[in-house]
């Protein structure tokens, strides 16, 4: 059985693009997380779908957003990229949000932006 | 605010220690709670899950208790070896309704290091 997906691995950007990650959950999990990860700020929240819908979001700029789509896979996009968005990008997806087995993590995104 | 904390922040340890890794929630109020593994630059992986409604779950050499009263989760490491070193992260899934939706609560994790 897959596990959870996120593609690319690692991203180089310059600072003022955009960029889209995406993540494929575990067949049949139709709730992803993302989630941000820095030495400074540890994990944090970014938002969660379910069924196609933003369920939640974190506090994050609306520079961050994201989608998913009618096969649960789901993507986020940050645009105007700053030197503070280089993290590692996490994805997680569960059966559903209310799941009595937890989270499954991705092995992320390296973003670098310069 | 609903707030995870992890003590120590790092420890390191001779190989074969029985050691205990701490975490604290500011509410007690959960949905879940569980524990991951994250080696350098890779993703988490899921070691044990415990629901409100447990007190303790266990998993071949690993053993999580939770006490909802007093905020607390331990996950006790029996016969630790070096291929045991990395971080572990505590994550709280809190009971807040539509803004708990899909969010976990990390703690800040503790290095581990066991040395042979």
């Known amino acids: 059985k897959a596990g959870v997906t996120q593609t690319p691995r690692y991203l180089i950007k310059t600072r003022g693009q955009q960029v889209t990650l995406s993540c494929s959950p575990i067949s049949g999990h139709r709730s992803v997380s993302w989630y941000q990860q820095t030495p400074g700020q540890g994990l944090q929240f970014l938002f969660e779908y379910f069924s196609e819908t933003q369920r939640n979001k974190g506090n994050f700029p609306g520079r961050f957003s994201g989608r998913q789509f009618s096969n649960s896979r789901s993507e986020m996009n940050v645009s105007t990229l700053e030197l503070g968005d280089s993290a590692l990008y996490l994805c997680?997806?569960?059966?559903?949000?209310?799941?009595?087995?937890?989270?499954?993590f991705g092995s992320g995104t390296r973003l670098t932006v310069v | 605010k609903q707030e995870v904390t992890q003590i120590p922040a790092a420890l390191s340890v001779p190989e074969g220690e029985n050691l205990v890794l701490n975490c604290s929630f500011t509410d007690s109020a959960i949905y879940n709670l569980q524990w991951f593994r994250q080696d350098p630059g890779k993703g988490l992986t899921s070691l044990l899950l415990i629901q409100s409604s447990q007190r303790e779950q266990t998993s071949g050499r690993l053993n999580a208790s939770l006490d909802k009263s007093s905020g607390r989760s331990t996950l006790y490491i029996a016969a630790s070896q070096p291929g045991d070193s990395a971080t572990y992260l505590c994550?709280?899934?809190?009971?807040?309704?539509?803004?708990?939706?899909?969010?976990?609560?990390f703690g800040q994790g503790t290095i581990l290091t066991v040395h042979p």
């Open positions: 994550a709280v899934r809190f009971q807040a309704g539509g803004t708990s939706y899909g969010k976990l609560t």
């Open positions: 997680a997806s569960s059966s559903t949000p209310d799941s009595l087995y937890g989270y499954t």
